[in-house]
């Protein structure tokens, strides 16, 4: 199965949504969750078990089965804290903290020593299951040689659910390029990073075709 990020997500009813993220189980790479929500309406994605998504031989939207009804019944994965600057997200049992995003509220009330600002955080971030991680569209590829290669376009998963191949995209706009990653050049996955296990000359022999 192809599960290329932006792409639709079409519920059993005809609902259109979009594919946003990827939770997977970094020590076994199995895709064991999709993050679909309305386009442009992340507060409102789910958490989507893999086993409820399919796609058609070339084809590029996801079949959902599952309604829309069905699918607003399901786990949402963003969750918002105000926390002070440096204060980790809470964790819960039976999750991890994913993705997450920040944006720093100066606080201009008086504090002990003159020119001091102190900082409150809104983060907005993601609930995936313990000992999971999140890919997102935007999620940094790096070679074992820390070259940055571009970013993160989807995979292709076997039969098992396991990363057959991991999507790279290079390049800007008209020049984009989408380079096809076997799993035995994939090295580590993490939140928002995958390093793969080859060097940046190694990853010039992959297939690749212009997106």
């Known amino acids: 199965m192809?599960?290329?990020l932006g792409e639709g997500a079409r519920c059993s009813d005809g609902a259109v949504r979009e594919l946003a993220d990827l939770v997977i189980d970094a020590g076994s790479r199995r895709v064991t969750h999709l993050v679909i929500q309305p386009k442009d309406d992340p507060g409102a994605a789910r958490l989507v078990p893999v086993d409820l998504a399919a796609t058609g031989v070339g084809e590029r939207e996801i079949s959902?089965?599952?309604?829309?009804l069905q699918l607003e019944e399901l786990p949402l994965v963003h969750e918002n804290a105000f926390v002070d600057e440096g204060e980790p997200a809470e964790e819960k049992d039976g999750w991890e903290v994913g993705i997450r995003d920040m944006q720093v509220i100066p606080d201009y009330l008086?504090?002990?020593?003159?020119?001091?600002?102190?900082?409150e955080v809104v983060v907005t971030y993601d609930r995936v299951p313990k000992g999971e991680i999140e890919l997102r569209h935007a999620s940094d590829v790096y070679s074992a040689d820390r070259h940055h290669l571009g970013s993160l376009d989807g995979v292709v998963?076997?039969?098992?659910?396991?990363i057959d191949q991991l999507l790279l995209g290079r390049g800007h706009l008209w020049w984009r390029r989408e380079i096809a990653v076997p799993a035995t050049a994939i090295g580590e996955l993490a939140n928002d990073m995958v390093t793969l296990g080859v060097s940046k000359a190694e990853v010039a022999s992959f297939p690749s075709k212009r997106r």
Request: charged share 20%.
């Open 110 to 119: 008086p504090t002990a020593m003159p020119g001091e600002l102190a900082s």
């Open 2 to 4: 192809r599960l290329e």
């Open 64 to 68: 959902l089965r599952c309604s829309a």
């Open 157 to 162: 998963l076997g039969a098992d659910g396991s």
